[in-house]
């Protein structure tokens, strides 16, 4: 069965704080994709990292970085120095069959 | 250039009535799907269409559920009879081809359903 699982339903961090945000999958596919997606409060999904499972090289991308561990079937999220405009519902997403199979999501409060 | 868009943003309807929700991909776009997303959960897979064609439409909960794509760019889902349990957020995407081709998929803003 295909699963994703994001254990964090809500964290919550003071402003300037490192945050990491955890997802888990479940696939039997050998080729499959990773996907995070960010929805703030104006509710627009937005896109934000695409990684298939033949490359486990860690990305960085500004503030942001993804560890992606296909030992261990865990693909998470850290944002560096956090900032209030980080608050959001972020999403996880497998790509199974051309659906996106979708974890619950971590709800992410930056505090001033 | 314009991202997906989706109308009406909101709706409100009473339990029974036929809705139309309609999405209108980014141009060049040949796959768009839909999902549905109650309040604190992700997104539910309805249906994905490649071009004209629905590919794959084993979200679809049941059939008073139809989805509609015939020029293959804008869609429209119809729910005939609604029902409570059908309020939630409609979200429309489209991609350049299905992501398992490694591109991704861009999310209009959704439809937010309200069967009274």
């Known amino acids: 069965a295909q699963k994703v699982t994001q254990a964090q339903t809500e964290i919550s961090v003071v402003e300037k704080e490192d945050v990491t945000l955890d997802c888990v999958y479940e696939?039997?596919?050998?080729?499959?994709?990773l996907f995070w997606y960010k929805q703030p409060p104006s509710g627009e999904l937005v896109f934000l990292i695409r990684r298939n499972s033949f490359d486990e090289q860690n990305e960085i991308s500004g503030r942001y970085s993804w560890n992606f561990q296909k030992s261990t079937s865990s693909f998470n999220f850290t944002i560096t120095a956090s900032q209030v405009v980080d608050s959001a519902v972020y999403f996880c997403?497998?790509?199974?069959?051309?659906?996106?199979?979708w974890g619950a999501g971590t709800k992410l409060i930056i505090k001033p | 250039g314009a991202g997906v868009s989706q109308t009406p943003s909101n709706k409100v309807t009473e339990k029974g009535k036929y809705v139309e929700l309609r999405c209108d991909p980014i141009?060049?776009?040949?796959?768009l799907y839909w999902y549905r997303q109650s309040l604190g959960q992700g997104p539910e897979f309805l249906i994905y269409f490649q071009g004209t064609g629905a590919a794959d439409d084993s979200g679809l909960p049941n059939d008073r559920f139809f989805a509609v794509r015939p020029e293959g760019s804008v869609s429209t889902l119809k729910i005939q009879r609604t029902e409570r349990g059908d309020s939630a957020v409609y979200l429309c995407?489209?991609?350049?081809?299905?992501?398992?081709?490694?591109?991704?998929?861009?999310f209009g803003p959704g439809t937010r359903l309200t069967v009274t």
């Open positions: 995407a489209s991609s350049l081809f299905p992501s398992g081709a490694s591109y991704e998929q861009y």
């Open positions: 696939t039997r596919d050998t080729t499959y994709y």
């Open positions: 141009s060049g776009h040949t796959a």
């Open positions: 997403a497998l790509d199974s069959n051309y659906q996106l199979i």
